[in-house]
T-cell receptor
Framework: AQTVTQSQPEMSVQEAETVTLSCTYDTSESDYYLFWYKQPPSRQMILVIRQEAYKQQNATENRFSVNFQKAAKSFSLKISDSQLGDAAMYFCAYRSAMGTYKYIFGTGTRLKVLA | DAGVIQSPRHEVTEMGQEVTLRCKPISGHNSLFWYRQTMMRGLELLIYFNNNVPIDDSGMPEDRFSAKMPNASFSTLKIQPSEPRDSAVYFC?????????????FGPGTRLLVL
């Protein structure tokens, strides 16, 4: 069975600085999708970025980018020029490209942004 | 599109009462997911439907929980009888199954407190 691990329960970053959140996963599949979701204090889960495993190029969305290392089964999220509004819980998620429709979520990393 | 709609947003009830949570997925989405989030257990998948059919309900905690999807635009999660340990935020999410890997979109959640 697939698993997703976020080993950093909490991270802090100074405003305008860069921070990287870690995510590793375990799977025997070769084709899958990876996601980062943000959950601010409002509790709304918001998609930040997604990555297709078959693509070698790392996904980028404005200040958010990923470092996808397929062989290492690593999928880290880099937030550049951190803003106070980036403070939230961040969840990494995995979805198989076949069979199950299930998304597997990590336990989350709480990001604090210091002014 | 209005996004995934959940009601009520907040529910306070007494132990033993029946609770019904409602969800309207994004129009055209054919997969629907119910999650529960607590501090202790994180984000747990309770059940998911594909084309209105329950595919995997292995996450449903016990017989007190039941979920239905009578049509493509409506789903309910019912707890009867409710217990204090059911207090949590319940999320509904929807996605397309084709193309594979489509993003899952979350509703705002229902915050349930059982006294």
């Amino acid at each position: 069975a697939q698993t997703v691990t976020q080993s950093q329960p909490e991270m802090s970053v100074q405003e305008a600085e860069t921070v990287t959140l870690s995510c590793t996963y375990d799977t025997s599949e070769s084709d899958y999708y990876l996601f980062w979701y943000k959950q601010p204090p409002s509790r709304q889960m918001i998609l930040v970025i997604r990555q297709e495993a078959y693509k070698q190029q790392n996904a980028t969305e404005n200040r958010f980018s990923v470092n996808f290392q397929k062989a290492a089964k690593s999928f880290s999220l880099k937030i550049s020029d951190s803003q106070l509004g980036d403070a939230a819980m961040y969840f990494c998620a995995y979805r198989s490209a076949m069979g199950t429709y299930k998304y597997i979520f990590g336990t989350g990393t709480r990001l604090k942004v210091l002014a | 599109d209005a996004g995934v709609i959940q009601s009520p947003r907040h529910e306070v009830t007494e132990m033993g009462q029946e609770v019904t949570l409602r969800c309207k997925p994004i129009s055209g989405h054919n997969s629907l997911f119910w999650y529960r989030q607590t501090m202790m257990r994180g984000l747990e998948l309770l059940i998911y439907f594909n084309n209105n059919v329950p595919i995997d309900d292995s996450g449903m905690p016990e017989d007190r929980f039941s979920a239905k999807m009578p049509n493509a635009s409506f789903s309910t999660l019912k707890i009867q009888p409710s217990e204090p340990r059911d207090s949590a935020v319940y999320f509904c999410a929807s996605s397309l199954t084709v193309p594979v890997g489509e993003t899952q979109y979350f509703g705002p959640g229902t915050r349930l407190l059982v006294l």
